[in-house]
């Protein structure tokens, strides 16, 4: 705590509001790009000539890299220094959005859109690392984590309206390169951010191999799980899996036995990062997934524009922004678990309302469905943010972040392969009629495990009392 005051006292408030300001446009530039392809896939694919797997591939492609790189980059930006791996980051991004509006194949694509979610790892990874090494435990860092919140929702809210609005009018390139400019941008305001953390991490080598099956690993399954969604008895699906579970295994026991880890495992002892480890990767496998889905269903199935397409989103990510600027004000007043439990019960709820559809549904049968999930989803965020920190010490901030952000991608990727597997697009009759089923189980998976969190909070209170932990920077 001492750190934390001298910290507190030696930092400018400009320089503080200078890096939330910047580490909130990063994470919103970072959604921009995972969200670009969504609302222009259809177009999107048929210039280039994309199978079906192919399409499936570029949709899902930005997941694989985030999955990849979000925890290897929190702990790397650990023990190198925020900004540093930050800087990488948002010059990764930029190249790879670059090389992608340059390449008109959807293998080339893809690899790119791989590339570009290794970037935006990297920026999503240091974000909250460096809000948490500038403010200190408290109002300030409420406030700050709930424009860091809010900032999600705004980048889910941009992505898909500025491909579907630029594409007709400039092109597919167009959004790719806008958002390329404004990352290589973000390269350049980074000298505002701190140098160096107040409370740097314990001195020893880097874990490069833990480093490298971190990636490895991560990377193979959901290698697998997009591959799945075409069969799930395919050679190769199943090679991919066991491959990433064997890496990821192999990992968690090298890790245990190295004398400089990469990631602490002990913090899977702290129930409270459990709780927020599992909500995180709860919104992923429900409203995530099943947004990312929503806009092909609108144009295959209600025969509506890209424009169109993109409307559910806007609705939810524009409702989760405006409620997670409000429900910051929640911390205080509520357990952070009790605000991460009523955000999955709200986005079940909402989730479950988006089912049956029938011939004739339009987008207006859709907007309280996608309503109510971005309710749930702003109260959440709000809370999402705040404990990845707080329960972390402080030199191991970027990590709590990059295990938060990457049990959301992890979730995201199983989603979207249960999505995928479960809907029949063959007809957009086939599709509308079989879309109760994923709605169902995400719905169903978002309200358990919502009401299993403050069930498991009370159970490990009164079993071994958590010592809150918070984070000087």
């Keep these: 705590m001492n750190v934390e005051r001298h910290a507190a006292a030696g930092a400018r408030p400009a320089a503080e509001g200078a890096t939330v300001a910047l580490a909130c446009v990063a994470t919103a530039l970072a959604m921009v790009m995972f969200t670009l392809p969504m609302s222009t896939l259809v177009t999107l694919a048929n210039t280039m000539g994309a199978s079906v797997m192919g399409r499936t591939w570029m949709l899902s492609a930005a997941s694989v890299g985030l999955g990849a790189g979000l925890l290897v980059s929190g ?9 540093t791996v930050f800087v990488i980051g948002a010059a990764v991004q930029a190249v790879f959005l670059f090389a992608g509006a340059g390449l008109p194949n959807p293998t080339l694509f893809t690899i790119a859109r791989i590339g570009q979610g290794l970037g935006a790892a990297a920026m999503l990874a240091t974000s909250l690392g460096l809000i948490a090494q500038v403010t200190t435990p408290g109002h300030q860092r409420t406030r700050a984590t709930g424009l860091w919140g809010a900032s999600l929702g705004v980048g889910i809210l941009i992505g898909p309206l500025l491909a579907a609005l630029l594409e007709p009018a400039a ?6 390169l806008l958002v390329g400019l404004l990352s290589a941008g973000l390269t350049v305001f980074s000298r505002v951010l701190p140098a160096n953390p107040a409370s740097p991490a314990p001195a020893g080598r880097i874990d490069y191999l833990g480093a490298a099956a971190l990636i490895a690993g991560p990377s193979a399954l959901l290698a697998g799980l997009v591959l799945g ?9 199943l090679v991919f899996l066991a491959a990433g579970i064997l890496i990821i295994a192999a990992f968690v026991v090298h890790e245990r036995r190295t004398e400089h880890p ?5 913090l899977f002892t702290n129930w409270q990062f459990v709780t927020v480890t599992a909500a995180a990767f709860t919104a992923g496998f429900g409203v995530i997934s099943l947004t990312s889905y929503t806009p092909t269903l609108v144009e295959q199935a209600l025969h509506g524009s890209p424009l169109a397409g993109s409307v559910p989103l806007v609705i939810w990510s524009g409702l989760s922004v405006l409620v997670s600027l409000v429900a910051r004000h929640l911390r205080g007043r509520v357990t952070p678990e009790t605000q991460l ?3 999955l019960v709200v986005i079940g709820a909402g989730l479950a309302t988006l089912a049956p559809l029938h011939d004739g549904a339009t987008l207006l049968r ?12 702003g109260l959440l965020n709000a809370s999402l943010g705040a ?24 979730g995201s990727g199983l989603g979207v392969a249960v999505v995928t597997s479960t809907v029949n697009p063959a007809s957009p009759q086939a599709l509308l009629q079989s879309w109760a089923v994923p709605v169902t189980i995400c719905a169903a998976i978002s309200v358990v495990i919502g009401v299993a969190i403050p069930l498991y909070a009370k159970v490990s209170r ?12």
């Design 75 to 83: 702990a790397l930006a650990d023990k190198l220094g925020r900004r």
């Design 171 to 176: 092109g597919w390139r167009s959004p790719y």
């Design 229 to 237: 969604r075409t069969g799930w008895g395919q050679p190769a699906v």
């Design 262 to 266: 990469l990631v602490d495992l002990r």
């Design 341 to 343: 439990a009523l955000g």
């Design 366 to 377: 859709l907007a309280p469905g996608f309503a109510i999930a971005g309710i749930g989803t």
């Design 387 to 410: 404990q990845a920190v707080a329960t972390v010490p402080a030199h191991h901030a970027s990590m709590g972040s990059g295990v938060n952000n990457t049990a959301r991608y992890l």
């Design 462 to 473: 009164k079993g071994a009392p958590a010592r809150e932990t918070t984070v000087a920077g």
